[in-house]
């Protein structure tokens, strides 16, 4: 299972931009994902996650910007960022919770998720 992102670019301040990841598992049917982000120098952080029954949880940062969803049938998941600004400058980062059990579902700590992308990098210019 490799998740694969996409969508990532430079956008000014206001703008938008939709991020899409494509994840696959040959054992699980379905499996809790999010989305996470890192800038230099910082940690990284949990944006956005989704859980089985499509309840969502955000990091207040982005609460009432971003938005989390997925084409089940297609196991692409999205993140719709609307507004950002320069602090949401990062590379951001699909995450999947395969295995490790649902009570990690909706978390945005690290440690909920074992299957990770390679990153796309979001820019946002003032």
């Known amino acids: 299972v490799q998740p694969v992102e996409s969508g990532g670019g430079s956008v000014q301040a206001g703008g938008s931009l939709r991020l899409s990841c494509e994840a696959t598992?040959?054992?699980?049917?379905?499996?809790?994902m999010a989305w996470f982000r890192q800038s230099p120098g910082k940690e990284r952080e949990g944006v956005a996650a989704?859980?089985?029954?499509?309840?969502?949880s955000y990091a207040d940062s982005v609460k009432g910007r971003f938005a989390i969803s997925k084409d089940s049938t297609k196991n692409i998941l999205y993140l719709q960022m609307n507004n950002v600004n320069v602090d949401d400058t990062a590379v951001y980062y699909c995450?999947?919770?395969?295995?490790?059990?649902?009570?990690?579902?909706?978390?945005?700590?690290?440690?909920?998720?074992?299957?990770w992308g390679q990153g796309t990098q979001v820019t946002v210019s003032s």
């Open positions: 995450a999947a919770n395969i295995g490790l059990g649902a009570k990690f579902c909706r978390t945005l700590s690290r440690d909920g998720y074992n299957y």
């Open positions: 598992s040959p054992t699980y049917r379905g499996f809790c």
């Open positions: 989704l859980d089985f029954d499509g309840k969502s």
